[in-house]
C-alpha cells in the first residue's frame, strides 16, 4: 500500500492518496470501515483518518442502485 513520502505537505499528501488508488480500492475500504474502525483502516491502508473518513461520508452520499425491473 502507499507510504507517506517525506517531502510531501499536508494537502499534497492529501491529494496524493486521492489518486493513489483505484476506486475498487477505495470501495474496499470503506467497506471495511463499515464493518470496523476508520482508525483500523486508515492504518491498514497507511492512510490519514480525515481521508478514511471522506470516504465513507463520500460512499453514504451515493445513491444505492435501484433493482431493475425485467
Request: aromatic share 8%.
Amino acid at each position: 500500500m502507499a507510504k507517506k513520502p517525506r517531502c510531501f505537505l499536508s494537502s499534497q499528501w492529501s491529494q496524493w492518496q486521492r489518486n493513489s488508488y483505484t476506486i475498487e480500492e477505495k470501495r474496499k475500504a470503506v467497506e471495511l470501515a463499515l464493518r470496523t474502525l476508520n482508525s483500523h483502516v486508515a492504518q491498514l491502508y497507511s492512510l490519514d483518518l480525515t481521508m478514511v473518513d471522506r470516504w465513507v461520508k463520500a460512499l453514504s452520499q451515493v445513491p444505492s442502485p435501484s433493482p431493475s425491473h425485467s
